[in-house]
């Protein structure tokens, strides 16, 4: 059972390391609702096509003109 429990507790550090913080998101939606590459009707960036209110959220993403980076978490798995 001890081993499950690592399985989970890795996976969960896993999912937990590819979401933004809400406050890192807040800051990318509010750059992309002022950003002149966003299609306010779709959501999406004209310059990548991405669905800018999931990209967002993703903490690997990054925007296609830099406005906003990918965020980078210490290594926590051993």
Not at 17 to 36: H, L
Not at 46 to 67: E, W
Request: charge should be positive; charged fraction near 30%.
């Amino acid at each position: 059972m001890q081993f499950l429990d690592k399985i989970k507790q890795r996976m969960k550090l896993l999912v937990d390391k590819s979401i933004a913080s809400e406050e890192i998101q807040k800051q990318r939606i509010e750059m992309c609702n002022s950003c002149e590459h966003l299609l306010h009707f779709t959501r999406q960036c004209k310059k990548c096509g991405c669905a800018v209110d999931a990209k967002t959220k993703l903490s690997s993403s990054s925007c296609p003109v830099n406005k906003w980076q990918v965020v980078i978490f210490p290594s926590r798995i051993e």
